[in-house]
């Protein structure tokens, strides 16, 4: 159950800071938004990574080995990266939709699987 809880922690996680780092080039569209400056981005964009902590800090407690979880340090780490990867590419297709997605992109993305794979072999 805490890999599930883990896993679950981790998406939440991703997503908050996906929308923190990557939100604010599409929230520049909205009204109230576009005459912000810079500072006033980064603040709202730390605002919304605070939530991020609210989840990551839980997901590595609960699911690291040394505090009781299934997942060694480099298992917790391969993981968030993939599952960053699926949350932004989700992300993309949702929110922008002229970026588009080459063939190397997705090998690239089959070999980071591949990475979890072996990662976890026994």
């Given amino acids: 159950m805490k ?7 981790l998406v939440l996680s991703n997503t908050f800071m996906t929308f923190a780092w990557y939100g604010h080039l599409k929230f520049k569209e909205l009204k109230w938004f576009e005459n912000l400056g810079l500072i006033s981005i980064v603040l709202i964009s730390w605002g919304i990574a605070l939530f991020e902590y609210m989840f990551q800090v839980p997901a590595n407690r609960i699911g690291f080995k040394g505090t009781g979880g299934p997942f060694s340090l480099v298992e917790l780490k391969v993981l968030q990266e993939v599952i960053t990867l699926v949350v932004f590419m989700l992300f993309t297709f949702m929110f922008f939709k002229n970026e588009s997605f080459r063939m190397n992109h997705i090998i690239g993305f089959g070999f980071l699987v591949l990475a979890v794979y072996f990662i976890f072999k026994k």
């Fill in 3 to 9: 890999s599930l809880y883990t896993i679950l922690l």
